[in-house]
Nanobody
Framework: QLQLVESGGGLVQSGGSLRLSCTGS????????IGWFHQAPGKEREGISC????????YYVDSVKGRFTLSRDDATNTVYLQMNSLKPEDTGVYYC??????????????????WGQGTQVIVFS
């Protein structure tokens, strides 16, 4: 059974950077599409980025495009979310999720089967 653990969150000043990690155990993340989701305080969880399993292509929502970058590290079974030029509106809990599903809709949380516990990011101005 695949288990996911996020890490790397913290407190950062506006304009700063953080790198979030999503490490898998119990199965190789190669076989899964991985999504990152952001839940701002008082709001619903929203997809912000995903990477496919078939061709490792990454996708981003407009609000993070050009600032966030996804990458895989097969050696450590980890997917990274590099977050640059952080803004106060990036504050919230970040979750990674995995699915063997390879079709469209990878920005939607209902298409994911495995979830991490989340990591908190606070961006202050």
């Amino acid at each position: 059974q695949l288990q996911l653990v996020e890490s790397g969150g913290g407190l950062v000043q506006s304009g700063g950077s953080l790198r979030l990690s999503c490490t898998g155990s119990g199965s190789d993340l190669d076989y899964y599409a991985i999504g990152w989701f952001h839940q701002a305080p008082g709001k619903e969880r929203e997809g912000i980025s995903c990477i496919t399993s078939v061709d490792n292509r990454s996708y981003y929502v407009d609000s993070v495009k050009g600032r966030f970058t996804l990458s895989r590290d097969d050696a450590t079974n980890t997917v990274y979310l590099q977050m640059n030029s952080l803004k106060p509106e990036d504050t919230g809990v970040y979750y990674c999720a995995a699915t063997p599903y390879g079709g469209p809709g990878l920005m939607y949380p209902q298409n994911y089967e495995h979830w991490g516990q989340g990591t908190q990011v606070i961006v202050f101005s």
